[in-house]
């Protein structure tokens, strides 16, 4: 996505009607937005597919590459895109001594906060690989790792997802003229989410809405695999965050169109998406106590009246950018 949105909002305020002192309002809380950052850790198993997702997911041509800065995530890379950071932790499974040092890594990463107090990471997704058999290491990581890191009120913070859904019982039942599973793949991923979040909430207490999805990869010939189901993870990505966050990951997603086409239908993501957009750049520019708005339709039915013409006419730019993004 090449359009700035916090420039966007600027200049929809400085175009606007508003005094002085009503613009300088809008500006401070713009600024204060600007500076909201996000941290999201990636973490599986060796092969799940967690380079692929951070791939399909954001703009990372542009990203800043290194590792952590701390001796204790020395082997976690790190992804620096403007506000948003990304954690990519080492795969586990190859080498038991090796998976205890990265398992404290993490746990590591967890740990820290801000000067408030704040954890760092506002957000842990889980790769599982949809092909494999033997998901030992990734209970472990899960039931060992990361429950006993989190509180009962921070369970939104971890997504558990299912990558590589084409590989699946040897990719035999992927529709590839629609990029999708067949019916017989569906209920085998179905059954496969659903026994992991049994496995896990038997283990831990812990109840998770497990999803599976596909990454999409460069084959050999470079020729770029769509993704299928990519919405639904951004989706759950999104709603998982602050609200006051979501512009920073908002600026930083793939605008490869493609990337987002395929989904299984049960929802209309992309929509939900950019309304959970909008409600952040209504917070950003408005007062949260002033909202009572009902979303859906036109600039998503804010009526001026109620809101401003400087907050529709900002809304209604920023869903236009979003509403371009995902056709």
């Known amino acids: 996505m090449k ?8 200049k929809e305020i400085m175009k606007s009607n508003l005094s002085e002192a009503e613009k300088n309002k809008h500006l401070s809380k713009l600024l204060k937005a600007r500076g909201q950052k996000i941290n999201i850790l990636l973490t599986g198993a060796t092969g799940s597919g967690k380079s692929s997702t ?12 290194g590792v952590g800065v701390e001796p204790e995530t020395a082997d976690i890379e790190c992804y620096q895109l403007d506000n948003l950071t990304i954690w990519d932790s080492p795969g586990l499974g190859d080498n038991v001594e090796k998976d205890k040092e ?6 590591g990463k967890l740990s820290e906060t801000d000067e ?21 290491t990734t209970y472990s990581l899960i039931n060992d790792i990361l429950i006993p890191s989190i509180t009962p009120e921070n369970k939104d913070r971890v997504i558990i997802a299912v990558n590589q859904s084409d590989m699946a019982m040897k990719g035999n039942h992927w529709d590839k003229e629609n990029n999708c599973p067949d019916d017989v793949l569906k209920d085998f991923l179905e059954e496969k989410c659903k026994s992991i979040s049994s496995r896990i909430k038997d283990a831990t207490g812990f109840d998770f809405d497990i999803m599976y999805y596909c990454a999409g990869y460069t084959d050999d010939d470079g020729m770029q695999k769509p993704a299928y189901n990519l919405t639904k993870l951004l989706y759950k990505i999104v709603l998982s965050l602050p609200v006051e966050k979501r512009i920073a990951i908002a600026e930083n997603l793939n605008d490869d169109n493609k990337m987002w086409e395929y989904d299984d239908g049960e929802k209309d993501y992309c929509d939900a998406i950019t309304e959970s957009f ?16 009902v979303y859906g339709g036109a ?17 209604g730019a920023v869903v236009g950018v979003f509403k371009g993004l995902f056709k």
């Open 3 to 10: 359009t700035n949105i916090y420039e966007s909002l600027e």
């Open 54 to 65: 951070i791939n399909s997911l954001f703009d990372t041509s542009v990203a800043k590459v």
């Open 102 to 107: 990265n398992a404290l890594e993490v746990v």
């Open 116 to 136: 408030s107090g704040v954890p760092i990471i506002d957000l842990v997704v889980v790769v599982i690989d949809a092909s494999s058999k033997d998901l030992g």
């Open 278 to 293: 909008a409600e952040t750049v209504f917070g950003t520019i408005s007062d949260y106590a002033e909202k009572g708005i």
């Open 299 to 315: 600039a998503l039915g804010m009526p001026g009246a109620a809101v401003g013409a400087v907050i529709c006419g900002a809304v």
